[in-house]
């Protein structure tokens, strides 16, 4: 193996075809059209048989950057970009599935990808089927019953569980199912899905592979036949990655390993202060050796990753006095950024359930979502100490 380490081609990789008049950096291409004085040039462009760009729907040499770029990172065949991280599975799910057809998944995905599957997919005559998340003798179950799709994600939001990839891709190829991953929470330095069996990787590069919550984009990666079907879809229905964000996401991606390592480092260390906190019922993280995905981290991933959750006493009265208190993070919805980013579930990935929902899927009304950014680990625990220390006890001691 000649290939280069994860934060080498994070800074290098994919770049140098997009590269003009000796930048040293991605130029931002904002031009919609590219034109040919050459009419006969010009139709072997439009039809594939000569490489180059013909309308920004469909192609941009920016955009090709970022798509090369985590193409390498995920040691993918091919890969193909989207203006959100939803677009990436939307237009995956859309390009895959057609009416009587079959899909399995978890009930811990991603609260939009849920969402796809109880609201739209059944809609479409699509049968969804969604099991225990952690539960893999049931989703093998399922899976053996026969399937186009089986969907995973690892880990999952908000509790952080983890599914054996290796396993469950086993099991889809079994049947003949396509194993598609979302990998947004683990990122490519943590876990390969495709390695592991997968055949399709989704992200929300929204998160940590841009990093700083200023740039909107998804990306597809894997076999080149699943790909080149997934690009076409897009192009026509167009969910077009926009080239000022695939600069931004490029510019993100090169501190990918250095910012993911760091955020690790930071969420163990803050799980393991969070577990002497008296005020703090659980904590999930898959880094801790009670963690019921422990193992399976340990096997799968590199590292636990940059995102842990934790649950309060006193639920979200708690919760309503102790994330005000915070100095050094957002409360907001995104989470893989630099800063770190706290929110309640309940308002969060599961905005859309019922308490009674929530409490079914093991979410407690005082669980808060912890995403770890880069700041000087001392300074994160001061500010958790400070805003536990800050809370009057009637609160959480009812
Ligand atoms: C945010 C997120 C998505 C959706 O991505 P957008 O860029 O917000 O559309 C999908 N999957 C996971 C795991 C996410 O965290």
Redesign the pocket.
């Known amino acids: 193996m000649n290939k280069q380490g994860m934060a080498t081609r994070a800074l290098w990789a994919g770049e140098k075809d997009s590269l003009a008049f000796g930048a040293t950096q991605v130029p931002v291409v904002h031009s919609v059209s590219f034109g040919y004085d050459d009419m006969d040039e010009w139709y072997d462009v439009a039809v594939g048989n000569k490489t180059g760009h013909i309308y920004g729907r469909n192609t941009n040499p920016t955009v090709q950057a970022f798509e090369e770029k985590i193409r390498i990172l995920e040691d993918a065949e091919a890969a193909t970009s989207f203006s ?6 939307s237009n995956t799910l859309g390009t895959l599935l057609f009416p009587g057809d079959r899909i399995v998944s978890i009930k811990d ?2 609260g ?2 849920n969402k796809i599957f109880t609201e739209f997919l059944p809609k479409q005559n699509v049968e969804v089927e969604l099991c225990e998340t952690g539960d893999h003798e049931a989703i093998e179950r399922e899976v053996a019953k026969g399937c186009k799709v089986l969907y995973l ?1 690892s880990p ?2 908000p509790t952080v569980k983890l599914t054996n990839i290796e396993r469950m891709a086993k099991a889809g190829k079994e049947v003949g199912a396509i194993v598609i991953v ?1 990998n ?2 683990a990122t490519p330095i943590n876990q390969k899905p495709l390695e592991l069996g997968a055949d399709l990787v ?1 992200h ?4 940590f592979l841009g990093g700083h919550a200023d740039a ?3 990306a597809v990666c894997g076999r080149k036949e699943l790909v080149d079907a997934i690009y076409h879809y897009r192009e026509i229905n167009g969910a077009t990655l926009d080239p000022m964000a695939a600069y931004l996401l490029i510019r993100g991606m090169k501190t990918l390993k250095l910012r993911v390592d760091k955020q690790c480092e930071n969420a163990i260390q803050i799980a393991r202060y969070l577990q002497t906190v008296n005020v703090v019922e659980s904590v999930f993280y898959p880094g801790l050796e009670d963690h019921p995905g422990h193992d399976i981290a340990k096997k799968q991933m590199e590292n636990f990753g940059g995102m842990l959750s934790f649950s309060v006493k006193g639920g979200v009265d708690t919760v309503r006095h102790l994330l005000p208190k915070l100095k050094f993070a957002n409360r907001a919805a ?3 950024s630099v800063e770190t980013v706290v929110g309640p579930s309940r308002t969060t990935s599961h905005v859309e359930c019922t308490p009674e929902e929530r409490a079914a899927m093991g979410i407690p009304e005082g669980l808060i979502r912890y995403s770890a950014g880069i700041e000087d680990i001392d300074d994160l625990i001061m500010d958790l100490e400070q805003a536990f220390q800050s809370l009057p006890e009637h609160v959480f001691s009812k």
């Open positions: 959100t991280g939803m677009a990436a599975i995905t991603y939009g990808t994600e999952t939001n979302d947004t929470f989704v929300s590069a929204t998160k909107l984009g998804g995104n989470l893989g």
